[in-house]
């Protein structure tokens, strides 16, 4: 039985372009390139990397990029727009909790819940960034983002995904402020235009539990930021107003 992110993404590729998350793409690459040190030499691995929107950015910039999702619909479309694009990356069709690389890459990055938060076990969320960390020569960096369980504590969620533009619309919600997990129902239209359903879950992380996963992961630092469409920095301290926060680890 496929698991609710796979449905999802199982005929939705062309859709999640025309999203409204996906319109910073270039500003958050910009943030990426100052990460790097603008150094073209490194190789980056991108988790979760979907359509391809930052995989693809950063080749054109001239970097060195490998991509691996687990729904082959969205990687083909990453694959069709590289070639309009007229840059290569490396795509494979890879489970994000199971990476199977070691001392591979320079950097990697997990954007837009890129695998990360998605999963069913806090159990398999950790494996995801076991992989990454692995995957990482020494010294290395992961620059992820995932959701902020400060936010619904705050915040009323239901008023907040009423307000939120794009075709994708959240029905019943609950979040459950002892796990952190949010549970709600999602319909959306798929690539055929066919109306569909979904039951999802998904886990918020306080910054603490972030911090502790990294550091028992053996990266040297880490620190955590708001994450802003299109307009990632580490100038923006994170409040309990980011629905997401931007991590950076050092390993």
Not at 94 to 120: H, K, V, Y
Not at 183 to 203: K, V, W, Y
Request: charged share 25%; net charge negative; glycine share 8%.
């Amino acid at each position: 039985m496929k698991r609710w992110y796979e449905e999802l993404f199982t005929n939705y590729a062309r859709t999640y372009d025309t999203e409204c998350y996906t319109a910073g793409t270039s500003g958050e690459v910009d943030f990426l390139e100052k990460e790097f040190d603008h150094d073209r030499s490194k190789s980056i691995l991108d988790i979760g990397c979907g359509t391809g929107r930052h995989a693809i950015e950063l080749a054109r910039r001239g970097y060195s990029v490998t991509g691996i999702d687990l729904s082959a619909s969205q990687l083909e479309r990453a694959g069709q727009k590289a070639k309009e694009a007229g840059v290569h990356i490396d795509l494979f069709q890879l489970n994000a909790c199971s990476l199977p690389f070691r001392n591979d890459f320079d950097f990697a990055i997990m954007l837009c819940e890129g695998g990360f938060s998605l999963q069913e076990t806090d159990a398999l969320n950790f494996q995801i960034l076991e992989g990454a960390e692995r995957a990482l020569r020494s010294p290395g960096k992961l620059i992820f983002s995932t959701l902020n369980a400060l936010f619904p504590l705050y915040h009323n969620l239901r008023n907040f995904y009423d307000s939120q533009p794009g075709g994708a619309k959240i029905g019943e919600c609950t979040f459950n402020p002892m796990t952190f997990r949010d549970h709600n129902i999602m319909t959306f239209a798929d690539d055929d235009g066919n109306t569909r359903i979904l039951e999802t879950d998904e886990r918020y992380y306080a910054p603490s539990e972030i911090c502790w996963y990294l550091t028992s992961l053996r990266f040297k630092q880490s620190s955590i930021y708001g994450c802003r469409l299109g307009n990632f920095s580490r100038d923006h301290s994170l409040t309990i107003d980011d629905f997401e926060m931007l991590v950076v680890a050092e390993k």
